[in-house]
Structure formats: structure tokens, C-alpha cells
């Protein structure tokens, strides 16, 4: 192998800085690596400190409805739901998606001296050590009542179960009408309509990103009857009390986004039965088939136990809105609409409606992950984001509440849905799907707008990119939505054009193909080679005054300069030519790595940046997504060893750990993070995305000795490949040798035809 190159140190702080808090690591469970299932590997708690609303799962099934679980903090979307630290359950709730929640309730036990006041004061300490978590269960002892809660679910029904203490009077408070997460419930209410059925609704506010209101109905039963309901004239909230001779209460809580009717339906279809452990086994079965799909072996307890954990969360957070019977809530219009989705020859639903954070920086973690493991799930949401261009005109880059949000920036949804068709999952209506994506690259579509600018289309300088080659900053017409950062812009539209060309020659549109492939250099405009860096200009062409490239947001999307500059994934060649070839290319790379590295390559959490600023000026930030493909350069500068070098030196270090104090060490957003994770450690991965061609898979370093991927009969040929590490280990990183099928790859890559028709790729690792 070649010695690495050193590089000149970048004039960063360079001590190396501790900032994750002292705190409880990940029990261990002396399981049997090879014997344990996925569900008993995955830890939960994993980076619960540093929890957004969205984020902590457990009741909960692969994209459910229902994502039931404590919350411990009800304020904000940041910092809120289930929060480690924060030792205080404060209700149960149902919703825990991108900018929605709702449902919350809480087990009480009334007395004479706290009936008044348990409306607002029903809050309850716990402790971790009584505390069960996995997968489609929740096991916790709320101390100021001695009420136990268990909690599981199906997709769209949420079980519970409570035990009662012998004294007080069993009760459930139905808290309708609350803060919560990123909204307010509001107008909630609450009907008896059996002697243990009840029927409500509530409605969530609008938010900076969901700027609609957006109602939840819900559908009750209990096991137990109900004795009374009472009403909270201040709150307007519900207690409702159960049978004082049945202290072991059952309760099941279906929702949907369209009618009570339909949450009637959701229950009867999914939960017709009231046996909690059939439930909760059901569940563990059904992660255990998502997660098994990979399977590894060798590696630590801890590594095993973190990659199943990583996976876990690759299948989080972005949640179905349509009911069992294809029902969805429309917000797209002027009104509020029920859709249908149409039906397949079996008479049921030809796919789910999502609710969904952004897909910015999707092409290098679910594009490569579902696309290979998970097309199933890539093909419904593919479905799914059509769905919405034809209700509403646009296809979205990150909807909430059936409308759009738009969340981040570009036209992130286009890689995604290339992707899918490049590699043959979604094989139908390509020619209308083309036209779908590329409304969103043409005056009119989504790439005029900036982050969550909702009535107007100034904020994505697009009128500039057409015109000029390049976004300027500042944007002349002013602020209009988040994220306006020009040089960031300019990249982000020149490879997502670039993506969109490869449909179009795939479908023979030659003149947009030209077209597309013209527009996707335009990064060269914003590579300013007297300081070797991209660097945001204004409209008049003039460079940044004073341009630091460490220097966060200025003119770059949550990243800095240096970040930022390696963000051209269709041609890093033609970035290498204006670095002055590719061994330039490579000192300046490394030379970030290496100073990365002392501040642990990434920038942190907010709180980690508060007590070190120097965090945020880090040169390679793998907390966030505008860097993770980083590593993974080297292969495209002809220096696939230090790919495979930095690369394993990333996942020890940022994807190592198995704590709730740590584990993303930045922004996870909705298993973004942990499919890279996944992909590093297997040591796969692709650059474009998946959206040339015939994909390319890239080789990095796997951390264990064996992976098998099994194959979906529906989509591919093959029924697994695996991949084989030979003499793997802490010091052997270093590919000496790879094979597929026992032929000798030329290059350290393989294509996803090859892949998928199933086989074995063998590695032969050694050291430096």
C-alpha cells in the first residue's frame, strides 16, 4: 500500500476535546453473537439524550401509524419526546413523526385528595432500572402511583396495558389538549359511544414548516368498563375511569388521519383480539424480519449490537398517514380532501402514504441501503411522493400532514426515484414519473424555493442559477424561507440536474439530457481557485469578502466551505482538475481527515458546539449530511486505500459507540445517519447515489468477517450474496485482494447487476 500522505494541518484548534458527558453506557447482555436475534441486539436508548421529537422508538412497528412511547419532554421538536436524562414521564402519546403528534395519555390512580387537581398535575417519576425497552415494546414503573404501563402496537393501533395499585380508583387521562412536540393539540374531544368504547379527535396546529392544520380521530376500547368520564372545564381534557374491580387494565387506541370510521376499521382489521403478548411477539417477529435481512457475523457484542441498532433506526421516523383501507389525508389544495389510494387485483391498497422529513443527503444513505435491502420499502415511497404530484403539482421533498413542507432545499426527492429506477424497482410510468421530476428543475417547481418558503419562490435564487450558471449570496430579493446559502445551492442543483440527465437519456429525451448534463457543471462557477475552495459569490460575480472556510453557514447549507467543496458526487474528477489534479486533490482531503480527526469528525450536537465552538469549524463533519460521502472520494482520486483507511477510522470513532449519551453525534433525521452507518460498516457504498446506469457499488472496509444480504424474491434474481472479510481485524483495514464469484475485480467497485443476481464477494484484508 502507499504511504499516506500527511497534508498540511488546517489552522484549526487541534487538541483533541472530550465533549460527550459522563453517563451510562449500554448494559451489556452476554448474548451469543451468532444466536441472538437482530430485536435482542437493538439498543433503543442509544443517543436518547440527545433526542429529537422524531427520534426515540419503541412501541412501535417498521414505518407504523402509531409510534407509542413515554415522553419526557413535550416542548419543541429539538430536545423533546423521549429525553434520557429527563427523569419525569409526562403522558404516553401516540404520534411522534416529522412536525406531528398526538394522542397523549397517561394511567392515573384518583383519590379524594388529587381528583381536582390531576388535570395538570399527573406527572410521574421513573427509573431507567425498571425500565424494559426493545422493539415494539415499552416496559416502565411510574413511582408516584406504583402504575405499571406496558405499551406495544400494530402499524396503526397502539395496546396498552396498565396495572393499577389496590388503592385510588383506576382511571386514564385522555391529555387532548396540550403542547406537544413541534405543535399544540387543540379542539380535542372525547365520546362514550359504549360501556368500553369511546371515539374522539384532536386537532394538531400549524407550525413554521406545516403551516395547515391537521387533525388526528382516534377509536378506544378497553377491557374494562367504563364507570364515569369527566371533563376538565380549564383544559378541556378527559378522565376517564375504569371498572374498580379490574386493577389490570387493557386498552386499545386506533388512529387515522381521515375519520373515526376509518381508526374503527384500523382496529378491527389489525387488533380483533386482546392478547398483549401475541401482540408484542408479533411485533418482535415482524422487526426481526426487517432486520434480518442482514445478517453479520464476527465484530464485538457491542459492534453487533450497535449495527442492528443502526439498522433499526434506517427503518425509522418516516411514518404511513393512510388507513388499512387506503384512505389518506390530502392537504395539498385549498381544502382538505380524502384521498384513496388505488386498489391492486387482491382489492388492497397498491402501496402507503407517507408523512416524511427531507430527503437531503438520501442518495448516500437510504438510496444505497433500501435500494439493495429494502426495495420494497423504496418502491412504496416512490409511490408514495407520486401520489402527492398528482394531488398537488409538485413532487415533495419532505411532506407533513399531506402537504408539503418544504423542508430543506433542491429537489432531493429526484436522486431518490432515479435511483429506484435504475436499479428496477420501480419499472411502471417512467415517462410520466420524468415529467413529474423534472417540473421540479424547471421555473415553477420546487427548486425556486428555499427551506419552508411557502407562499412565494424567491428563496432558492433558481431564476440566478438559470441565468448565471450559479446561486448568488446574498440572494438580492431578500430573505425569503431558510437556507439560502448560494455556493451550497448551486452544488446541490448541479448533481441532483445531473441525476435527472441520466433518466433522461435513459428515456431518450437527448435534448434535456444535454440540457441537464450542461447544468450540472455549474459548480465549476463557484470554485474559486485562488483560495482552492468552493466559495459563494454575489450577483455581481464579486467573491466573499473575507471567505473563511471553516467558517459555518456562510453561503454553505449546515456545513462550511471546506465541507461543502467535496459536494460534487457526479464528477470529482472535473473537481480534482480544478484542485490541479487528483494527487492535490488527495493531499487537501487527507490533510482535512487528519485534522478531523483530533475533533472526532464531527461537529457534535448543539450542545457540544456551545461548550467547544471550535466543533463547528471542523473540516470533515460526519454529524451531519453535507460531508458523510468523504471517505468514500478517495476511491474517485484513484486512493481506495484511504477510503478504506478513513473510512474504518469514521465508524470507530463516530458510529462506535452504545450509550444514551452518544451515537449520531449531530442530527440522525429519520435514519438518514444509521444507513450510513450500516453501509460503512458492510462496505458498501455509492457516490451518485445509485442514479446512473447500472449502479456502482464502491468498496470500503467491512468491520466484520461476514455479511450476507438476502435478496427480495419480487425484485432481484438472486437470493443472497454475502461478503467475506478474510483476516479482518482493528489493524487489517487494507484490501489486498477482491473477488467476485472467485473472479478477480479489476477495480474497487461492483455493479448492483452483479449483486443482484446473488454470490459472494471475498476481501482479503491486511494492514498498512
Same mark, same amino acid.
Given at each position: 500500500?502507499?504511504?499516506?500522505?500527511?497534508?498540511?494541518?488546517?489552522?484549526?484548534?487541534?487538541?483533541?476535546?472530550?465533549?460527550?458527558?459522563?453517563?451510562?453506557?449500554?448494559?451489556?447482555?452476554?448474548?451469543?453473537?451468532?444466536?441472538?436475534?437482530?430485536?435482542?441486539?437493538?439498543?433503543?436508548?442509544?443517543?436518547?439524550?440527545?433526542?429529537?421529537?422524531?427520534?426515540?422508538?419503541?412501541?412501535?412497528?417498521?414505518?407504523?401509524?402509531?409510534?407509542?412511547?413515554?415522553?419526557?419532554?413535550?416542548?419543541?421538536?429539538?430536545?423533546?419526546?423521549?429525553?434520557?436524562?429527563?427523569?419525569?414521564?409526562?403522558?404516553?402519546?401516540?404520534?411522534?413523526?416529522?412536525?406531528?403528534?398526538?394522542?397523549?395519555?397517561?394511567?392515573?390512580?384518583?383519590?379524594?385528595?388529587?381528583?381536582?387537581?390531576?388535570?395538570?398535575?399527573?406527572?410521574?417519576?421513573?427509573?431507567?432500572?425498571?425500565?424494559?425497552?426493545?422493539?415494539?415494546?415499552?416496559?416502565?414503573?411510574?413511582?408516584?402511583?406504583?402504575?405499571?404501563?406496558?405499551?406495544?402496537?400494530?402499524?396503526?393501533?397502539?395496546?396498552?396495558?396498565?396495572?393499577?395499585?389496590?388503592?385510588?380508583?383506576?382511571?386514564?387521562?385522555?391529555?387532548?389538549?396540550?403542547?406537544?412536540?413541534?405543535?399544540?393539540?387543540?379542539?380535542?374531544?372525547?365520546?362514550?359511544?359504549?360501556?368500553?368504547?369511546?371515539?374522539?379527535?384532536?386537532?394538531?396546529?400549524?407550525?413554521?414548516?406545516?403551516?395547515?392544520?391537521?387533525?388526528?380521530?382516534?377509536?378506544?376500547?378497553?377491557?374494562?368498563?367504563?364507570?364515569?368520564?369527566?371533563?376538565?372545564?380549564?383544559?378541556?381534557?378527559?378522565?376517564?375511569?375504569?371498572?374498580?374491580?379490574?386493577?389490570?387494565?387493557?386498552?386499545?387506541?386506533?388512529?387515522?388521519?381521515?375519520?373515526?370510521?376509518?381508526?374503527?376499521?384500523?382496529?378491527?382489521?389489525?387488533?380483533?383480539?386482546?392478547?398483549?403478548?401475541?401482540?408484542?411477539?408479533?411485533?418482535?417477529?415482524?422487526?426481526?424480519?426487517?432486520?434480518?435481512?442482514?445478517?453479520?457475523?464476527?465484530?464485538?457484542?457491542?459492534?453487533?449490537?450497535?449495527?442492528?441498532?443502526?439498522?433499526?433506526?434506517?427503518?425509522?421516523?418516516?411514518?404511513?398517514?393512510?388507513?388499512?383501507?387506503?384512505?389518506?389525508?390530502?392537504?395539498?389544495?385549498?381544502?382538505?380532501?380524502?384521498?384513496?389510494?388505488?386498489?391492486?387485483?387482491?382489492?388492497?391498497?397498491?402501496?402507503?402514504?407517507?408523512?416524511?422529513?427531507?430527503?437531503?443527503?438520501?442518495?448516500?444513505?437510504?438510496?444505497?441501503?433500501?435500494?439493495?435491502?429494502?426495495?420494497?420499502?423504496?418502491?412504496?415511497?416512490?409511490?408514495?411522493?407520486?401520489?402527492?404530484?398528482?394531488?398537488?403539482?409538485?413532487?415533495?421533498?419532505?411532506?407533513?400532514?399531506?402537504?408539503?413542507?418544504?423542508?430543506?432545499?433542491?429537489?432531493?426527492?429526484?436522486?431518490?426515484?432515479?435511483?429506484?429506477?435504475?436499479?428496477?424497482?420501480?419499472?411502471?410510468?417512467?415517462?410520466?414519473?420524468?415529467?413529474?421530476?423534472?417540473?421540479?428543475?424547471?421555473?415553477?417547481?420546487?427548486?425556486?424555493?428555499?427551506?419552508?418558503?411557502?407562499?412565494?419562490?424567491?428563496?432558492?435564487?433558481?431564476?440566478?442559477?438559470?441565468?448565471?450558471?450559479?446561486?448568488?449570496?446574498?440572494?438580492?430579493?431578500?430573505?425569503?424561507?431558510?437556507?439560502?446559502?448560494?455556493?451550497?445551492?448551486?452544488?446541490?442543483?448541479?448533481?441532483?440536474?445531473?441525476?435527472?440527465?441520466?433518466?433522461?437519456?435513459?428515456?431518450?429525451?437527448?435534448?434535456?439530457?444535454?440540457?441537464?448534463?450542461?447544468?450540472?457543471?455549474?459548480?465549476?462557477?463557484?470554485?474559486?481557485?485562488?483560495?482552492?475552495?468552493?466559495?459563494?459569490?454575489?450577483?455581481?460575480?464579486?467573491?466573499?469578502?473575507?471567505?473563511?472556510?471553516?467558517?459555518?453557514?456562510?453561503?454553505?447549507?449546515?456545513?462550511?466551505?471546506?465541507?461543502?467543496?467535496?459536494?460534487?458526487?457526479?464528477?470529482?474528477?472535473?473537481?480534482?482538475?480544478?484542485? #490541479?489534479?487528483?494527487?492535490?486533490?488527495?493531499? +487537501?482531503? !487527507?490533510? @482535512?481527515?487528519?485534522? $478531523?480527526? %483530533?475533533?472526532?469528525?464531527?461537529?457534535?450536537?448543539?450542545?457540544?458546539?456551545?461548550?467547544?465552538?471550535?466543533?463547528?469549524?471542523?473540516?470533515?463533519?460526519?454529524?451531519?449530511?453535507?460531508?458523510?460521502?468523504?471517505?468514500?472520494?478517495?476511491?474517485?482520486?484513484?486512493?481506495?486505500?484511504?477510503?478504506?483507511?478513513?473510512?474504518?477510522?469514521?465508524?470507530?470513532?463516530?458510529?462506535?459507540?452504545?450509550?444514551?449519551?452518544?451515537?449520531?453525534?449531530?442530527?440522525?433525521?429519520?435514519?438518514?445517519?444509521?444507513?450510513?452507518?450500516?453501509?460503512?460498516?458492510?462496505?458498501?457504498?455509492?457516490?451518485?447515489?445509485?442514479?446512473?446506469?447500472?449502479?456502482?457499488?464502491?468498496?470500503?472496509?467491512?468491520?466484520?468477517?461476514?455479511?450476507?444480504?438476502?435478496?427480495?424474491?419480487?425484485?432481484?434474481? #438472486?437470493?443472497?450474496?454475502?461478503?467475506?472479510? +478474510?483476516? !479482518?481485524? @482493528?489493524?487489517?483495514? $487494507?484490501? %489486498?485482494?477482491?473477488?467476485?464469484?472467485?473472479?478477480?475485480?479489476?477495480?474497487?467497485?461492483?455493479?448492483?447487476?452483479?449483486?443482484?443476481?446473488?454470490?459472494?464477494?471475498?476481501?482479503?484484508?491486511?494492514?498498512?
Amino acid at each position: 500500500m502507499k504511504k499516506l500522505y500527511s497534508g498540511l494541518l488546517i489552522g484549526l484548534l487541534t487538541a483533541t476535546i472530550n465533549y460527550s458527558c459522563k453517563t451510562e453506557q449500554a448494559p451489556s447482555q452476554n448474548l451469543a453473537p451468532n444466536t441472538a436475534s437482530p430485536v435482542d441486539l437493538v439498543y433503543p436508548h442509544l443517543d436518547s439524550e440527545n433526542s429529537r421529537w422524531f427520534f426515540f422508538s419503541s412501541a412501535s412497528r417498521p414505518f407504523g401509524m402509531v409510534n407509542l412511547s413515554p415522553d419526557t419532554e413535550i416542548k419543541g421538536a429539538w430536545g423533546s419526546g423521549y429525553r434520557y436524562k429527563t427523569d419525569t414521564i409526562k403522558g404516553f402519546s401516540h404520534v411522534h413523526g416529522w412536525q406531528i403528534s398526538g394522542l397523549s395519555v397517561m394511567p392515573v390512580s384518583i383519590t379524594p385528595e388529587n381528583e381536582t387537581a390531576i388535570y395538570k398535575d399527573f406527572y410521574s417519576k421513573f427509573n431507567h432500572d425498571a425500565e424494559k425497552v426493545s422493539p415494539g415494546y415499552h416496559y416502565v414503573e411510574m413511582e408516584r402511583q406504583g402504575i405499571t404501563a406496558e405499551l406495544t402496537s400494530t402499524k396503526r393501533v397502539g395496546f396498552h396495558k396498565y396495572s393499577f395499585p389496590t388503592n385510588g380508583s383506576p382511571a386514564i387521562l385522555f391529555n387532548l389538549n396540550t403542547l406537544l412536540g413541534p405543535n399544540g393539540n387543540v379542539n380535542g374531544t372525547l365520546e362514550k359511544i359504549g360501556n368500553k368504547t369511546l371515539s374522539g379527535e384532536l386537532e394538531m396546529t400549524p407550525t413554521h414548516r406545516r403551516p395547515k392544520p391537521f387533525k388526528l380521530f382516534f377509536k378506544i376500547e378497553l377491557n374494562s368498563e367504563i364507570s364515569a368520564i369527566a371533563q376538565d372545564p380549564e383544559t378541556g381534557n378527559y378522565l376517564v375511569f375504569t371498572d374498580e374491580n379490574n386493577r389490570d387494565v387493557l386498552m386499545k387506541a386506533a388512529i387515522s388521519y381521515t375519520s373515526t370510521a376509518n381508526a374503527t376499521n384500523n382496529m378491527n382489521s389489525e387488533l380483533n383480539h386482546w392478547d398483549f403478548q401475541k401482540v408484542v411477539d408479533d411485533s418482535k417477529a415482524e422487526w426481526n424480519g426487517f432486520l434480518g435481512r442482514i445478517k453479520i457475523e464476527g465484530g464485538s457484542e457491542t459492534q453487533q449490537r450497535r449495527f442492528y441498532t443502526d439498522l433499526w433506526h434506517a427503518l425509522q421516523g418516516r411514518r404511513v398517514i393512510s388507513d388499512i383501507n387506503g384512505a389518506y389525508p390530502d392537504n395539498t389544495g385549498d381544502n382538505f380532501r380524502i384521498g384513496q389510494i388505488p386498489f391492486n387485483t387482491e382489492g388492497k391498497p397498491k402501496f402507503n402514504h407517507y408523512n416524511s422529513d427531507s430527503f437531503w443527503g438520501a442518495q448516500w444513505t437510504i438510496n444505497t441501503l433500501w435500494g439493495l435491502v429494502y426495495p420494497d420499502i423504496m418502491e412504496d415511497f416512490v409511490h408514495s411522493l407520486i401520489q402527492y404530484y398528482q394531488d398537488g403539482g409538485l413532487v415533495p421533498r419532505g411532506p407533513s400532514g399531506g402537504n408539503y413542507t418544504y423542508v430543506m432545499t433542491g429537489a432531493s426527492s429526484t436522486p431518490f426515484i432515479v435511483s429506484a429506477i435504475q436499479k428496477g424497482i420501480v419499472t411502471e410510468n417512467l415517462e410520466d414519473i420524468y415529467q413529474a421530476l423534472k417540473k421540479n428543475h424547471m421555473p415553477g417547481g420546487i427548486m425556486e424555493k428555499a427551506g419552508y418558503e411557502h407562499k412565494t419562490a424567491l428563496g432558492g435564487g433558481f431564476k440566478y442559477y438559470l441565468k448565471n450558471g450559479y446561486v448568488p449570496y446574498p440572494i438580492p430579493e431578500g430573505n425569503f424561507g431558510g437556507h439560502q446559502d448560494g455556493a451550497s445551492l448551486t452544488m446541490e442543483y448541479a448533481y441532483q440536474d445531473w441525476t435527472l440527465a441520466q433518466l433522461a437519456k435513459k428515456l431518450g429525451h437527448k435534448e434535456d439530457y444535454d440540457m441537464f448534463l450542461r447544468r450540472s457543471e455549474n459548480f465549476k462557477n463557484v470554485f474559486d481557485k485562488s483560495s482552492g475552495w468552493m466559495r459563494p459569490k454575489d450577483v455581481d460575480g464579486v467573491w466573499y469578502k473575507d471567505f473563511d472556510p471553516y467558517e459555518h453557514q456562510h453561503g454553505f447549507i449546515e456545513s462550511n466551505g471546506a465541507q461543502s467543496t467535496w459536494f460534487v458526487p457526479h464528477n470529482l474528477g472535473g473537481l480534482a482538475e480544478l484542485m #490541479g489534479g487528483k494527487e492535490k486533490a488527495v493531499d +487537501k482531503l !487527507n490533510a @482535512q481527515f487528519e485534522t $478531523a480527526e %483530533k475533533l472526532g469528525f464531527a461537529a457534535g450536537n448543539s450542545h457540544a458546539q456551545e461548550l467547544h465552538p471550535e466543533y463547528r469549524r471542523v473540516p470533515i463533519n460526519y454529524g451531519n449530511q453535507p460531508s458523510i460521502q468523504t471517505a468514500f472520494v478517495f476511491n474517485k482520486l484513484d486512493r481506495p486505500d484511504l477510503t478504506q483507511y478513513w473510512s474504518r477510522k469514521v465508524v470507530g470513532k463516530v458510529f462506535g459507540g452504545l450509550s444514551p449519551a452518544t451515537g449520531y453525534n449531530g442530527d440522525e433525521d429519520q435514519g438518514l445517519m444509521g444507513s450510513l452507518a450500516v453501509l460503512m460498516k458492510i462496505g458498501l457504498f455509492q457516490m451518485n447515489g445509485g442514479t446512473e446506469n447500472d449502479p456502482t457499488y464502491e468498496l470500503g472496509s467491512p468491520i466484520f468477517d461476514r455479511v450476507e444480504v438476502s435478496l427480495h424474491p419480487d425484485y432481484f434474481a #438472486g437470493k443472497s450474496f454475502s461478503i467475506e472479510a +478474510k483476516n !479482518n481485524g @482493528q489493524e487489517q483495514w $487494507a484490501i %489486498k485482494n477482491a473477488k467476485w464469484n472467485q473472479k478477480a475485480l479489476n477495480d474497487y467497485s461492483i455493479k448492483h447487476s452483479q449483486l443482484v443476481k446473488g454470490g459472494e464477494l471475498e476481501l482479503e484484508l491486511g494492514g498498512e
